[in-house]
DNA sequence: GTATATGCAAAACCTTTGCTATAGT
DNA sequence: ACTATAGCAAAGGTTTTGCATATAC
């Protein structure tokens, strides 16, 4: 866990302001919820999230879970990693960063953008389309994963 | 339509090849999917493709273009792209590209891997992580989508 | 008091699976 | 002939929706 408490506060006093800016109700259950998306650098699924928030909230429905997901997608509280086909991956870094992910067990690590050197165009874009923002995927095999441990170790 | 029949062909070929190196068998409906997939450059979904496939083989089913989808994937004839959440895009480009996608209407487009400097790390990779291969997404508007000419168009 | 959000159940959506018949080698 | 594949229908998993009740403002 690279989260430190002081970045969780600040995350939530984002989140509080967000939320008023944008008419948005401060129910338990959305706090609740975004606390745990954004105390966590796992990047999980809303069932993973879901299963964290009921041992805070026993009754909460998943329904509630994808509904808030949704909404602070929309109000860009939190952003969805791309992965392929399976599960939503949530992401509550806003900083600017990239994703290494092991394509064994999914892990997904953030890597701060200062950890590379600025990707650069050769040549010209097509025709037209505006870049907002990029982000690179490194692909691979984590520590846990990787064959050095895996060799010595039962699947 | 950046590909040419030359290129089809070629990966027509690799097909053909890849299947009888694995064992497996040149169905009419196999070699339809692959070439449907395999002559586009838009990143088909299934149910797209299926659409397509449909109009050569009116009796073929989803299943069968899911399970073809499936193989090809784990041969190494298709590469899935990391979209956000939404339906499998397939990616029958196997040279080291990257994509622009659309954040508003969802089309991929390729950038060759020439058309970038090399990307570059600055420090230190999280320990044990191995990288095996990177790719770069473009988020913005194509074209179409862009604001200079949606202003004049209706929505 | 009014607007918004929750919880529940049902639906929608995408993908996978099991099985029998069919086609490829 | 033997083995792999197609087609069908049914199931599985994830996400969304509609509506009545409860909560925040």
């Given at each position: 866990?690279?989260?430190?408490?002081?970045?969780?506060?600040?995350?939530?006093?984002?989140?509080?302001?967000?939320?008023?800016?944008?008419?948005?109700?401060?129910?338990?259950?959305?706090?609740?919820?975004?606390?745990?998306?954004?105390?966590?650098?796992?990047?999980?699924?809303?069932?993973?999230?879901?299963?964290?928030?009921?041992?805070?909230?026993?009754?909460?429905?998943?329904?509630?879970?994808?509904?808030?997901?949704?909404?602070?997608?929309?109000?860009?509280?939190?952003?969805?990693?791309?992965?392929?086909?399976?599960?939503?991956?949530?992401?509550?870094?806003?900083?600017?960063?990239?994703?290494?992910?092991?394509?064994?067990?999914?892990?997904?690590?953030?890597?701060?953008?200062?950890?590379?050197?600025?990707?650069?165009?050769?040549?010209?874009?097509?025709k037209g389309f505006?870049?907002?923002?990029?982000?690179?995927?490194?692909?691979?095999?984590?520590?846990?994963?990787?064959?050095?441990?895996?060799?010595?170790?039962?699947?």
């Open positions: 866990m690279t989260m430190t408490l002081r970045e969780l506060d600040q995350r939530m006093d984002l989140f509080r302001s967000r939320c008023m800016e944008r008419g948005l109700a401060l129910t338990h259950q959305r706090w609740v919820i975004y606390r745990i998306l954004a105390g966590t650098d796992k990047h999980l699924t809303p069932e993973a999230a879901f299963g964290q928030i009921r041992k805070q909230i026993p009754s909460i429905s998943l329904a509630t879970v994808y509904k808030n997901i949704k909404t602070f997608l929309d109000v860009g509280l939190l952003q969805e990693v791309g992965t392929s086909g399976q599960m939503m991956r949530l992401d509550a870094n806003l900083d600017p960063h990239h994703h290494l992910v092991c394509v064994r067990c999914k892990a997904i690590q953030d890597l701060s953008a200062e950890g590379l050197r600025p990707v650069r165009l050769k040549g010209r874009l097509p505006r870049v907002e923002r990029f982000n690179v995927t490194f692909l691979g095999l984590c520590g846990q994963c990787s064959p050095r441990y895996t060799a010595s170790t039962r699947h």
